[in-house]
């Protein structure tokens, strides 16, 4: 039997529309976003993929978009899980930035090494600047070395792979599981699922708001390469859209 994983980055966020680098700032979902959130419900309701347990980030696009999924599906009950490993990457300075005027300021190539590169941070946020999270009363149980102030896809990897052996997997085995996360926490999910190199990496987006369906064999490992989009064609116009971000 195959376990049944699905992956939802959240909604349209208030930064995402208006361009900003958003990483641990705590936006919540836009209109679009809240109705993005409503349809991937439907999309999980009319393709019969109930969860039985979801896990979030501690962010609340994230949760918003869980919630109002779920509750379209009529499935508000299940038991819910949250974590800081399934948070967005920490986008260090660049947090509260917009993404136009930074490309423009540093060039493109600075800005894409930033954006997608794998294993080089933006440069650390202060812990005192106004878009810092490290005095965040929800990050006080982790030692201030565990709090970010900034983050590759990388660091990422690391600090999520934790979470989905001892949480994630063990549910799987049992369940039908709902991931509500970032682009870039789940650009490192499936990094891991389908073994996408560090090379290769920079090119995968995740779309806003449209469930993805990874079914997993008994050692964890999809079926089907990159799993399958439960609306494809929105999520290509989504996937473009994402990686043309700050180019105009
Ligand atoms: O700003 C961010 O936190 C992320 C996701 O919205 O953006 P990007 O796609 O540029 O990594």
């Not at 090119?203 to 999809?222: F, K």
């Not at 439960?230 to 994402?242: G, K, N, W």
Request: with cysteine; charged share 25%.
């Amino acid at each position: 039997m195959t376990a049944k994983l699905i992956l939802l980055r959240h909604g349209e966020s208030e930064w995402n529309a208006k361009n900003l680098f958003t990483g641990w700032v705590d936006v919540d979902v836009n209109d679009k976003g809240r109705a993005e959130a409503i349809r991937a419900g439907e999309l999980l309701a009319e393709n019969d993929l109930l969860p039985d347990v979801v896990h979030t980030s501690v962010l609340k696009r994230a949760i918003t978009t869980a919630n109002a999924a779920l509750a379209t599906a009529d499935r508000s009950w299940i038991p819910t899980k949250r974590s800081w490993r399934l948070n967005e990457r920490h986008y260090g300075a660049l947090q509260g930035l917009d993404k136009s005027a930074t490309r423009e300021k540093y060039g493109e190539e600075q800005f894409m090494i930033w954006r997608r590169s794998y294993d080089t941070p933006p440069p650390p946020i202060e812990p005192d600047a106004q878009f810092s999270q490290f005095d965040d009363p929800r990050y006080a149980g982790l030692p201030p070395e565990a709090r970010p102030l900034t983050e590759c896809l990388a660091d990422v990897v690391v600090r999520m792979l934790p979470y989905w052996y001892d949480e994630i997997v063990p549910d799987l085995r049992t369940k039908t599981v709902l991931v509500a996360a970032h682009g870039n926490s789940l650009r490192a999910l499936v990094k891991h699922l389908d073994r996408i190199s560090d090379a290769d990496i920079p090119q995968l987006n995740i779309p806003t708001g449209i469930p993805l369906l990874y079914e997993l064999d008994d050692d964890m490992r999809p079926v089907t390469e990159g799993g399958r989009y439960l609306d494809p064609e929105a999520a290509a116009e989504s996937i473009t859209a994402v990686a043309n971000q700050g180019k105009k």
